[in-house]
Structures are given as structure tokens and as C-alpha cells.
């Protein structure tokens, strides 16, 4: 897939949304419709997205899009998926689109049940490391270490290990992604759009206002948390009963830590890091887990 | 009950897909991406990455600025490898 | 007149097994459920009839019910037939879902099978939670018979379904009361049921599939000034239901040859100086309670509420219009104002400017028995009073 036939692809998120400049989310819902295509539905939860489409009567977004309750988009969309069997419908996407609060904290229990059934959905969770919608409040997907408006002083605990406990589940493709390197998330949506059975992304999903950055550095900031390790890009599919992990090209540099940008070089800009030497420390620990947990399931991997 | 005589009982909840469903976003501008063509070598990263789907690529043709849309966030110009886009700020 | 030869097969079967039959019968595609005493016979049946093949559905078994009542919205959007049941906490626990289901428009039915609100835990008969709904938009049909729960379950899809409804409909019984006891149900002919019900659905107000529709987005945001139209838009439906409901039961009885009545039925109430109001499983206990006090020379009759939401407020007026006492029983009490249908009784008649005493007799909360003589003595008391 080159870019040329990337460019003539038909763009399902529409100019005229009201996301605040610079949104990480956007950039990835772009490239994740640029990869569905029109035959999708999008099963959306309160959060960013259900805001920024807009108001009705008009949408910005160009794709079937059924907003939900909070907790329950997972559920819906194993009702929808199940149902256009049922009719004996080909060729469509039911697509959990989602935040961390929607997907790791309020709906984890209902996103958790569809995959461990196995439903025939593709759950996305961008993650902006925070309760964004309702104005920056902690999630589980917050670092540790961040200002938020409920920890003021700085999250304690450690950012959930979300991705990887989809690989204990019943899932047939897990990945993580990053807007900086939207060609990757392109090729992972793709991918999971041609399996049957439950398929989980990641997006770590840089936010201006909620990480307190200029907002032209989204994409910067995005390469950063590759490049220092922070978020890795991996992508791990079902064969044979087997999971088969590979590390994405951008992230392979960075198994060895010594190739790893240092720490400030990311949250420098990020004024949601306030003591900048404890947010080093957790972040520190954050990566090593991260990383301790890939080298595990790397060892394991098979080719089936 | 004239609440009730005038409405329809299928009145619901259901919007369509526009372009400048919360109008023309421009609006939001501070600072405008402006692109020196001299610079250019259409490599269309400023098209991958702006939000806002505010800037036009065809392949082979230089990328273009919807002011109508863009919301002058500074990415294309952040991203651009040959620096060839400048923020420009918006006159009264 | 209908060409099937034969109509029924007769079975005594329990008031949970005749809910799975209704919906079996009126060929429900989609399953979403999670148990729940005293539900769980309800799901059980209708897995193994789909694992033997005999009912030709889907079973999404969700890890709650807050997901029973997503998903069975999700596959009611797509337009496919989808049935839940639950009960009490399971209930509460799906309730954002359940309105958020009729806001949605999504035709789909659900059986509660009435069960007290904890704490304490207790498993028993009480109508409290399905009353909890009662404002949320949903066509509530409280059958008072075994066969009844399986025909309403029919007629629950046939007015939930009709273009000019669009609601959703639930169907209660009585836990353990009705649930969990047998009585001979006729177990109708599937072809005799199709005539009735068409196999596949119309389509609902927007349909969540590819093939039918262009994209669409469903639920965003709507501003303050143009809210109220999406309110009175569902209202307007569920006034709508009550003709529909009057065609639906009376089509319903002169193809199965039923005698439902749609609203209400009453019991001895021509001559009646007094009334007992009440619905599902207190309702035929006060009818022997009836015979029990006229034996003793009162003039007493009753008044069974079949069709709750809609309430039926011109046909109660009709029917208590001149009695000079009316006595309703109530499983259920909302607490700080009472009991819920005596409540509703009283703004009935207050509407029509019809002056009558109501009493409300609040019995078997939490399965505490309901007896013709705890019926009596209560309204004794008052008479006495």
C-alpha cells in the first residue's frame, strides 16, 4: 500500500468538526476510517468523540455512528455484530470506538466479556491518559506521576497495562498505535478489519489541552513516546491457537534501552508533569514494566 | 396538547454526515499555516497529519490550505521536513 | 378464520417456561441474557431449544445485565427481533440501558419476573422493580395468568413493533408466584402465530445496516430548544399505543379465540359499591376475595389493570365512576408517597373529577403471602373505620 493509494482513499472523518486544535484523536479516527471504509459502524461512548462530531442535526463523521451509554458500547456492538449475521450481512465493520475512561475504567467489565466471547468486533481505545471529555480527570490510563484535576498533586499509581491483558483474553489480534505513525495504524486496522473474532487497538493519543502542551507538537510528542520507549508499537495475531507478537519497525530500535531517547526530552513540554524528577521515576518504572512484559511475551510468541 | 399535535412520533435523534457540521472552523484561527512552494517537495506529510482534514493532496499536485477548516493548530508546519511552512498570524 | 388444523398443544408448564414460549413463538432472533432467580429457567430453555436447533436465534451470553439490555438494543437497531428478561437487582442493575432503550426507540420486549429489591436479599414476589420504570417510556403489560404471560409476550412485539409505536414492551410475572409454578398453557402453532406476527420485523425508525440505509449518526448531541420535540415525539407514541394495543389484543383474540381485554378487565364491579384495583399476581386473589365478601352481603367487585403504560386513565374512570370506596392493592410501595398504583389511581380519578374514597392496601412485599382473608381484613378495617 503505498502512499499514492492512500491519498485517493475517500476521507470519512469531515472538515468542520469542532475537536480543540492539535487532537491526537482526530488524526487517529482519520486514519482508522481512511482504513474501515464506509461499510462501518462506529459504536461510540460518551467521551472527546461523541462531542466533537457535533450537534445534531449535523455530524462530521460519515460513517453509521451510534452513540452509547457510557459503560456499554461493547455490548451494544457484540448486539449489532451478532444481528447483521443474523440478516446474513458481508463485508462490514462493527467498530467500538472509545476512550480510556469508556473502554479501560467504566465499560472494562462489558469490553472484557465481548472478548472473552470472542464477538466479532474491533474495539478501539484511544487513550488520551485521562478523563478528557469531562475536563482532565485521572483514569486508569493516566500516567503515573501527571497532574489531573482529581490529582493535583500528581497520579500515584502506575498507568494500566491495558494491551496486554487483551492477550489474555479470547482475542484474535492485538496492537497498539500512535497517530505520529499513522501509515502503521493504517496497516493494523486493515489488518484487524480481515479476522474474525474479537480485535483490540491501543492509540496512545497525545492531547494539548489535557497534557498541557502547544498543540502543534502533537505529532512531535507522539514520535517522542516511541522514541523513549514510553508507548511501544507491537501488534500480536492469533495462528493456530498461538499468539505470534512482533514489535513494529518504529519500536524495534528500542528494545535496547540504551537506544531509548532520555525521559525529559517527552515530558518536557507536558506541564501536566509537575515535579519533573518524581514523573521521571514513575515513568522510569512504567517503561521497564512495559517492556519486561514484551520481552515475556516476545520469548513466548510463536509462529504456530 | 399543542406539544403534542405538532410533533411527528418519529421524531428522533438522527443527524447526517456534512462537511462544516460545526461550521467553518477557520474561524477558530489565531495563526495561519501559510506554504512556500519554493520549499515544497511534496512529500504530503502536512496532509497525513492535520486534524483537521484541512489540507488538499492529489498526488503529484502541490497540497493545498482549506482555510474554511483549518483551525491554525501548527502541526503541518512542525512536521514539514524542508521547514516550508510558516505561522502567520491572523489580521483583525 | 384461521386454516391451521391444529391450533395447540396443551401442557402444563410454569409461568417462566410460558415466557420462553412466547418468545419463541413470535421467532425471536436475538437472545442477550444474564440470571437471575427468579428468571434463570426463562434463559435455561431458551438455550437449549437454540443448541437442539429448535429455536433458530442467537444467544449473546453478556457477563451482566447492564450488557443484556446493550446488546438486545443493539441487535433491536439493526432490526432483528431481540428478547431479555431479568429481575429485581438485575434490573437496577441494566436500568440506565433500559431507558436509554426506549429514548433509542428500539421495539425490543423483555420479561421481568417481579422480585424484591435488596437489601436484604430475598427472591420473592415484588413488583417494585419493574415499577421503577414506569416513566421511562416502555408499553408495560401485566398478565395475571400462566397463558397470558405467553400471549402478551406475542402481543408485546406486535404493538412494540407497529410503525405507529416504535416503544419498547415489557411483560411482567409474578416471582415465584407465577414464575415458578405450573398451570396448562395452550402452546399455540408456530404457522397460527405467523399469521398473527409477521416472522421478520418491519423495519424500525432507523436501521443500523449497510445494506439498508446510508451512514447516519444516531444520538448526538441535541441542544436545549430542540429537545422537547424528541420528548413529545415518544409520548405522542405511547399515546398512540393505546389504540394500538385495542387493535393488537383484539386481533389477538379472534385468531387464538382469547378474551383479553386490552386496558382492563372487570370482575362483579355493575352493582358494586366498592372496588379492589390491582394487576398482576395479587389480581385473582382479590377476585376470590370478592366472592369471599359478598357472601357477606358486601357489593365489592374488582378491577384488574392488564395494560399498565400506557395507563389507562378514561377506561379506570369509566369503570369506578360511581362506587363510593376503592381499595387498591399494591405489592409495592414507593416509599415517602405510597403505593405506586394507588397513586396513580388517585391522579386518574382526581383528572376526571371523580370523587371516591381510594385506600390503598399495601400487601406481600418481598412474597409476603397475599391471601383472600389478608385481602379482607384490611379492607374491613377501613370499612370499619
Known sequence: MSLKEVIEKPELLLPGHSACPGCGAVISLRWTLKALGKRTILVIPACCTSVYQYIWPTSAIGVFVYNVAFASAAAVASGISNALEIKGRKDYNVVVWGGDGGILDIGFATVSGAAERGENIIVICYDNEAYMNTGIQRSSGTPGGAWTTTTPLGKTEQKKAAPFIFLLHNAVYVATASPAYPLDLYNKVKKAKKLRGFKYIHILSPCPPGWRYPENLTIKLGKLSVETGYWALWEAERINGKMKFTLSPPSRPYLDPSKRKPIEEYIKHQRRFRDKEIAKKLIQEWINYQWSLIKRFMSESSEG | MEELEKVSHTMAPISKPVVGAAGKTGAWRIFRPVIDYNKCIKCYQCWMYCPDIAIEAKWNEYPKINYDFCKGCGICANVCPRQAIRMVREHE | ?385
Request: hydrophobic residues 45%; negative net charge.
Open chain 3, 1 to 385: 378464520m384461521s386454516k391451521v388444523k391444529a391450533k395447540f398443544i396443551l401442557d402444563a408448564i410454569t409461568g417462566n417456561y410460558a415466557a420462553a414460549w412466547g418468545a419463541r413463538l413470535s421467532r425471536i432472533k436475538m437472545v442477550a441474557a444474564y440470571p437471575i432467580t427468579p428468571q434463570t429457567t426463562i434463559v435455561e430453555l431458551l438455550a437449549e431449544w437454540i443448541d437442539r436447533g429448535e429455536l433458530n436465534a442467537k444467544m449473546i451470553r453478556v457477563e451482566s445485565e447492564h450488557s443484556a439490555m446493550a446488546a438486545t438494543l443493539g441487535a433491536a437497531a439493526v432490526g432483528v427481533r431481540a428478547f431479555t428478561a431479568t429481575s429485581s437487582q438485575g434490573f437496577l442493575y441494566m436500568y440506565e440501558m433500559v431507558h436509554w432503550t426506549a429514548r433509542a426507540r428500539a421495539p425490543a420486549v423483555m420479561a421481568v419476573v417481579n422480585r424484591f429489591i435488596g437489601p436484604p436479599w430475598n427472591i420473592w414476589s415484588d413488583w417494585t422493580d419493574a415499577l421503577t420504570i414506569r416513566d421511562g417510556g416502555w408499553i408495560m403489560i401485566w398478565p395475571t395468568e400462566h397463558q397470558e404471560i405467553l400471549d402478551s409476550i406475542i402481543q408485546a412485539f406486535k404493538i412494540a413493533e407497529d410503525k405507529r409505536v416504535l416503544l419498547p414492551a415489557l411483560v411482567t410475572l409474578g416471582g415465584m408466584t407465577m414464575s415458578h409454578t405450573a398451570a396448562p398453557v395452550k402452546i399455540w402453532a408456530q404457522e397460527l402465530v405467523d399469521e398473527y406476527l409477521p416472522p421478520e420485523p418491519p423495519n424500525p425508525l432507523y436501521v443500523l445496516d449497510p445494506d439498508e440505509s446510508e451512514p447516519f449518526t444516531f444520538g448526538n448531541i441535541v441542544l436545549p430548544e430542540d429537545t422537547p420535540q424528541h420528548v413529545w415525539a415518544i409520548e405522542k407514541s405511547m399515546r398512540n399505543a393505546h389504540d394500538v394495543i385495542k387493535a393488537a389484543v383484539k386481533e389477538f383474540n379472534e385468531l387464538f379465540g382469547t378474551n383479553y381485554a386490552p386496558f382492563i378487565s372487570t370482575y362483579k364491579t355493575d352493582d358494586a359499591d366498592y372496588v379492589i384495583v390491582s394487576m398482576g399476581d395479587a389480581y385473582t386473589t382479590c377476585e376470590v376475595a370478592v366472592d369471599m365478601l359478598r357472601e357477606k352481603g358486601i357489593k365489592i367487585g374488582a378491577i384488574k389493570i392488564r395494560t399498565y403504560r400506557p395507563f389507562p386513565k378514561e377506561e379506570i374512570a369509566k369503570a369506578i365512576d360511581g362506587v363510593s370506596k376503592v381499595f387498591v392493592v399494591d405489592r409495592d410501595i414507593a416509599f415517602g408517597m405510597g403505593g405506586i398504583l394507588a397513586t396513580d389511581i388517585k391522579a386518574t380519578l382526581f383528572d376526571f373529577k371523580i370523587d371516591t374514597d381510594v385506600h390503598e392496601v399495601i400487601l406481600g412485599l418481598g412474597g409476603a403471602e397475599i391471601s383472600p382473608e389478608r385481602v379482607i381484613s384490611r379492607i374491613e378495617k377501613i370499612l370499619k373505620k
